[in-house]
C-alpha cells in the first residue's frame, strides 16, 4: 500500500463503528403484496428476522416487504442480474478460501470475482468483520430458514478489498479498486469508508478522476457521510456524482455521529442514538437506539459468525446501494438506466424528512425502496407521524 503525503495515510476511516451488540407528480399503486420470507432471526421462529431487522420492517425502515414483491411481480426476484461492488475490508463468503470459513447466510453464487488491492490477489477475505456485514445488508441469504435477510438478495457482489484488517487504506488503494469495479461490470459500487474532514480534494486528485470514470462508463457510486457527526459531508460522499448518505435511527431521526451539511443527497437506517435537533419531534436526544444487524465474523480472533450489530453511514449506504440495484432490475425506469436517473428515482421517491422538501440534515429524505421500485412516476411517500 502506498502511504500518501499531507497524513492522507491512516485518515481513511470506516464509515461504520462496531457495536456489541452491540417531487414529482403520479399514480403509484403498489405493484405487488408484500413478500415475508421465513428467514427465522435469532428467535428461531418462521420470520423472526423481522424482530432485529427494524431497518427493513420499522416504522422508519425501507419497507423491504413492498420492493420484495414488487421485484418478484417484475420477474427479477432481490435485483436478480444486478452486479453490486463493495469495496471494503473484504468479504468472508463461502467458497472463496478453502482454508478460511464463510458466512452460512452468504450464498458462494451471489459472487462474482473480486479481487484484494491489499495483499494483491484474488482472494479478498475479510479480515475484520466490516465489509462482510455491509455485503449482508445487501445481499444477506433470504427466505432460507435460517439468519437475517438481504435487501437485494439477487443480485451478485463483487468483493474488492481496499481496506486493511484495521479498516484503513488510502486514496491509491481505493482509486484502483474503483477503477476495477467499473471495468469489470459493477452497475452499482458501495464505498462504506470516508476520510477525514481535513482531506480535501487537492490530496485525492486520482481517487477523484477515478469517481469521474465511473460515472461516464454509467456505474452509481454510493457512500456514507462519515460519523463525526459534523455539519459537512466528507469525501469520497462528498467527491462528483456520488451519492451521499446519512444515517438514520429508529425513530426516524438523524444518527448523532452521522455527517450532513450541503452535500448529503439522502438518508437512510444506520441505528443508534438520536441528534439533538430541537425542533424535530421524532428525536429522542440520549436514547440508545438500536443497530443495524446482520450476520458477520464475530468473537475472540474472528473465529465465527453470528449476528452483530453495527452503527454508522457504513450501515446506511448499502441500504441505498440495494436499492439502487432493486430500481435497475425491476426496469421501472428503463431496462438500464444510467446513475443520474437512478439517483433522482432514489430521491424523488424517498420518504420526506425535517422540513417539507430538501433539507441538509436528512437531503431529500429516507430512502425508500418500495416506492423507489413501484410502477408509474415516483411520487413521495407521505410522512409519518412520530409515536406519541
Given at each position: 500500500m502506498?502511504?500518501?503525503?499531507?497524513l492522507?495515510a491512516?485518515?481513511?476511516l470506516l464509515?461504520?463503528?462496531a457495536?456489541?451488540l452491540?417531487?414529482?407528480?403520479?399514480?403509484?399503486a403498489r405493484a405487488?403484496?408484500p413478500?415475508?420470507p421465513?428467514?427465522?432471526g435469532t428467535a428461531g421462529?418462521?420470520a423472526?428476522?423481522?424482530q432485529?431487522q427494524?431497518?427493513?420492517?420499522?416504522?422508519?425502515?425501507?419497507?423491504?416487504?413492498?420492493a420484495w414483491?414488487?421485484?418478484?411481480?417484475a420477474?427479477?426476484?432481490?435485483g436478480?442480474?444486478?452486479?453490486?461492488?463493495?469495496?471494503?475490508?473484504?468479504?468472508a463468503?463461502?467458497?472463496?478460501?478453502p482454508?478460511?470459513p464463510?458466512s452460512?447466510d452468504?450464498?458462494?453464487?451471489?459472487?462474482?470475482?473480486g479481487?484484494?488491492?491489499?495483499?494483491?490477489?484474488?482472494?479478498?477475505y475479510?479480515?475484520?468483520g466490516h465489509?462482510?456485514h455491509?455485503?449482508s445488508t445487501?445481499?444477506?441469504?433470504?427466505?432460507n430458514a435460517?439468519g437475517?435477510?438481504g435487501?437485494?438478495y439477487?443480485?451478485?457482489?463483487?468483493?474488492?478489498r481496499v481496506?486493511d484488517?484495521?479498516?484503513?487504506?488510502d486514496?491509491?488503494?481505493?482509486?484502483?479498486?474503483?477503477?476495477?469495479?467499473?471495468d469489470?461490470?459493477a452497475?452499482?459500487i458501495n464505498?462504506?469508508l470516508?476520510?477525514n474532514?481535513s482531506?480535501?480534494?487537492?490530496?485525492?486528485?486520482?481517487?477523484?478522476?477515478?469517481?469521474d470514470y465511473?460515472?461516464?462508463?454509467?456505474?452509481?457510486?454510493?457512500?456514507?457521510?462519515?460519523?463525526?457527526?459534523?455539519?459537512?459531508?466528507?469525501?469520497?460522499?462528498l467527491?462528483?456524482?456520488?451519492l451521499?448518505v446519512?444515517?438514520?435511527?429508529?425513530?426516524?431521526?438523524?444518527?448523532s455521529?452521522s455527517?450532513?451539511?450541503s452535500?448529503?443527497?439522502?438518508?437512510?437506517?444506520?441505528?443508534g442514538g438520536?441528534a439533538n435537533?430541537?425542533?424535530?419531534?421524532t428525536?429522542r436526544?440520549?436514547?440508545?437506539g438500536?443497530?443495524?444487524?446482520?450476520?458477520?465474523?464475530?468473537g475472540?480472533?474472528?473465529?465465527r459468525f453470528?449476528v452483530s450489530?453495527?452503527?454508522?453511514?457504513?450501515?446506511?449506504?448499502p441500504?441505498?446501494?440495494a436499492s439502487?440495484?432493486?430500481?435497475v432490475a425491476s426496469?421501472?425506469?428503463?431496462?438500464d438506466?444510467?446513475?443520474?436517473?437512478?439517483?433522482?428515482r432514489?430521491?424523488?421517491?424517498?420518504?420526506?424528512?425535517g422540513?417539507?422538501g430538501?433539507?441538509a440534515l436528512?437531503?431529500w429524505?429516507?430512502?425508500?425502496?418500495a416506492?423507489?421500485?413501484?410502477?408509474?412516476?415516483?411520487?413521495?411517500?407521505r410522512?409519518i407521524?412520530?409515536?406519541q
Amino acid at each position: 500500500m502506498r502511504h500518501l503525503p499531507n497524513l492522507l495515510a491512516a485518515l481513511l476511516l470506516l464509515a461504520g463503528v462496531a457495536a456489541v451488540l452491540n417531487g414529482l407528480p403520479g399514480v403509484n399503486a403498489r405493484a405487488a403484496a408484500p413478500y415475508m420470507p421465513d428467514d427465522t432471526g435469532t428467535a428461531g421462529v418462521r420470520a423472526g428476522w423481522a424482530q432485529l431487522q427494524w431497518n427493513f420492517v420499522g416504522p422508519y425502515g425501507v419497507d423491504a416487504p413492498h420492493a420484495w414483491g414488487n421485484l418478484i411481480a417484475a420477474g427479477a426476484a432481490g435485483g436478480a442480474s444486478v452486479v453490486v461492488a463493495v469495496l471494503d475490508t473484504g468479504v468472508a463468503y463461502p467458497g472463496q478460501d478453502p482454508s478460511r470459513p464463510g458466512s452460512p447466510d452468504l450464498s458462494q453464487s451471489r459472487f462474482v470475482a473480486g479481487y484484494d488491492f491489499v495483499d494483491g490477489d484474488t482472494i479478498p477475505y475479510d479480515q475484520n468483520g466490516h465489509g462482510t456485514h455491509v455485503a449482508s445488508t445487501i445481499a444477506e441469504q433470504t427466505d432460507n430458514a435460517y439468519g437475517l435477510t438481504g435487501l437485494a438478495y439477487g443480485v451478485a457482489i463483487m468483493p474488492v478489498r481496499v481496506l486493511d484488517r484495521n479498516g484503513a487504506g488510502d486514496a491509491d488503494t481505493i482509486e484502483r479498486g474503483l477503477r476495477f469495479a467499473v471495468d469489470h461490470g459493477a452497475k452499482v459500487i458501495n464505498l462504506s469508508l470516508n476520510f477525514n474532514e481535513s482531506v480535501d480534494a487537492g490530496q485525492i486528485r486520482g481517487l477523484l478522476d477515478a469517481l469521474d470514470y465511473a460515472h461516464r462508463r454509467g456505474s452509481l457510486v454510493v457512500a456514507g457521510a462519515g460519523n463525526a457527526g459534523e455539519g459537512s459531508v466528507t469525501y469520497p460522499a462528498l467527491g462528483p456524482h456520488v451519492l451521499a448518505v446519512g444515517a438514520t435511527t429508529d425513530d426516524g431521526c438523524l444518527a448523532s455521529y452521522s455527517n450532513h451539511g450541503s452535500g448529503l443527497d439522502l438518508v437512510a437506517p444506520g441505528g443508534g442514538g438520536d441528534a439533538n435537533l430541537p425542533n424535530d419531534p421524532t428525536c429522542r436526544p440520549g436514547r440508545d437506539g438500536q443497530p443495524i444487524y446482520q450476520i458477520t465474523l464475530s468473537g475472540p480472533y474472528l473465529s465465527r459468525f453470528e449476528v452483530s450489530g453495527y452503527l454508522g453511514t457504513s450501515m446506511a449506504a448499502p441500504h441505498v446501494s440495494a436499492s439502487a440495484a432493486l430500481v435497475v432490475a425491476s426496469t421501472v425506469i428503463g431496462p438500464d438506466p444510467s446513475p443520474e436517473e437512478i439517483e433522482t428515482r432514489l430521491e424523488q421517491s424517498a420518504r420526506d424528512l425535517g422540513r417539507p422538501g430538501y433539507d441538509a440534515l436528512y437531503g431529500w429524505g429516507l430512502v425508500d425502496a418500495a416506492t423507489a421500485t413501484s410502477p408509474g412516476p415516483a411520487r413521495r411517500p407521505r410522512p409519518i407521524a412520530p409515536a406519541q
